[in-house]
């Protein structure tokens, strides 16, 4: 038996509605993921639908960068709703608010046909390993990202994703609790870093002029203790280091795009900041 379709708007949600985010996360079997939703709060619109008994029916966040291309994230709907439409609704208010010429996602199985009936194509596959680092050689070639480097970090970062993601980038030495580059010269090589969610480490963004220089940072950065680095198909090596050091797959998510294709080169994007923002 439903309960009584929410019939309220699509509202921007604010950083007291971060409870209810989460409780709706929790309800999914999603993790509270605290400092996730903290950043996105931070550098993404985040929208939702109430529901009649004071909770959220509702959730997606949409992630602009510039006028180029945003990132959504955080699609859930409360099971007691789902197939109603509500998912769809909440996906094109954020696409039409964002006016973006294209958006990313990654999807989950449940999520997949949902996007595919609004225009998503899928451009890849992305696994996520975890585990705990067996047979580390720390490679000895990065040093602590410092504030002079952020520029040179935001330069490679656009060049790379193709989109000016400059907003995320200021707020990366605070939401990663480390952030390392290689540098050459006055330019840097790549830079890295990792993030904690709940009580597992994200590794993540790495992007890397070559892959030997991404798989040093990678070394570099991981710490002791259990980790996930989710890793894009189109980086056979990546996988490869991860499972000769005692990773393994977890579960699989669908890269997908809409609209204009991005101009970076995703051969040199090793390592997402997260699967939420790309
Ligand atoms: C994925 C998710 C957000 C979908 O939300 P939703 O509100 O059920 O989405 P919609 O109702 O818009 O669409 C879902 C399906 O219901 C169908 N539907 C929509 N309105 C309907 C209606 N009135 N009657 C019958 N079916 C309907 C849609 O056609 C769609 O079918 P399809 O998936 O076979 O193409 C929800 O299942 C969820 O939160 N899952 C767990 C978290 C998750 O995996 N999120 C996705 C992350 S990428």
Known sequence: MHSPLPDGPVRSLEIDDLPACQRL???????????????????????????RNGELAGTVV???????????????????????????????????????????LTATDYGRPLYERLGFRSVGLCTSYQGEVENLVRQGVSVPAGASDMASVHALDTQVFGADRAQLIDGLPTFCETLRVVRDGPEIRGFGGFWRNDDQVVVGPVIAQDTETALALVADIVPPGPVRLDIDHRHPELITWAESHGLRPSFTTTVMEHGAPLTGDPSRLYLPVAQALG
Not at 32 to 50: A, M, T
């Open 25 to 51: 996360a929790e309800a999914r079997d999603w993790g509270r993921e605290d400092r996730k939703w903290r950043f996105l709060f931070s550098v993404g619109d985040v929208y939702g639908i109430d529901d």
């Open 62 to 104: 949409s992630t602009p960068y510039g006028k180029d291309v945003a990132a959504i994230s955080m699609v859930l709907v409360a099971e007691r709703h789902e197939r109603r439409g509500l998912g769809s609704r909440l996906m094109r208010h954020a696409m039409e608010d964002a006016g973006t010429a294209g958006f990313c």
